[in-house]
């Protein structure tokens, strides 16, 4: 009878320590359930920040590899423009002296005017890169010195006008600032006042 008399004591210990148990099982195991979203959210924030990180970079690279290449043909295009200056006022020399009845040779006159040419086509190769990276400000300042240029060249050598050099000179250095003021602009770099 102690038994009977026992017995609702016994299952009501039984049934708090196996409630407690279950309860605290129960935790457990919402705790680790808890733990596994948490892991699955971080990974993902960590997989979407590397992507954004690789994609920054290499928005940055790209970026900056297109800032080189137009560095470089910018650089080349500078180069052009003073060599076409220089063998326009070559060319202007050789044929002033030409109509002064100097001794010079003919020969020496058309050697200048091959290298004016060759100038020339140096410079529409660069003008040409600078059209595909650039935008329409510098290829047009750029045009509008070729322009400037081949107008002064032509009527030197076809229409025997031997003072347009000199009173060219003020277009051509005008001309030549806006090719410069705008590939300085191209590149990010203050125009020089």
């Not at 038994?3 to 309860?23: Q, R, T």
Request: aromatic share 6%; proline share 1%; hydrophobic share 40%.
């Amino acid at each position: 009878m102690w038994g009977l008399a026992l017995l609702p004591f016994i299952s009501a210990g039984a049934g708090a320590y196996l409630g407690g148990y279950l309860k605290k099982k129960g935790e457990n195991l919402a705790t680790h359930e808890d733990i596994e979203k948490l892991k699955e959210q971080v990974r993902v924030v960590t997989t979407t920040t590397k992507e954004i990180e690789a994609k920054i970079s290499d928005e940055v690279w790209n970026r900056q590899k297109r800032w080189e290449l137009k560095r470089e043909v910018l650089f080349e295009a500078s180069k052009r423009l003073a060599q076409v200056e220089d063998q326009l006022m070559r060319i202007s020399v050789t044929e002033l002296a030409k109509d002064s009845h100097d001794d010079r040779k003919l020969t020496d006159i058309y050697a200048e005017r091959r290298e004016w040419i060759k100038a020339m086509a140096a410079f529409d190769m660069a003008h040409a890169q600078v059209a595909l990276v650039c935008g329409t400000e510098t290829v047009d300042a750029l045009n509008n010195f070729r322009q400037t240029c081949t107008g002064v060249s032509a009527r030197l050598v076809e229409d025997n006008d031997s003072k347009i050099y000199e009173n060219s000179l003020e277009e051509i250095a005008m001309r030549l600032s806006e090719a410069r003021t705008a590939m300085r602009k191209e590149l990010g770099i203050e125009s020089a006042q």
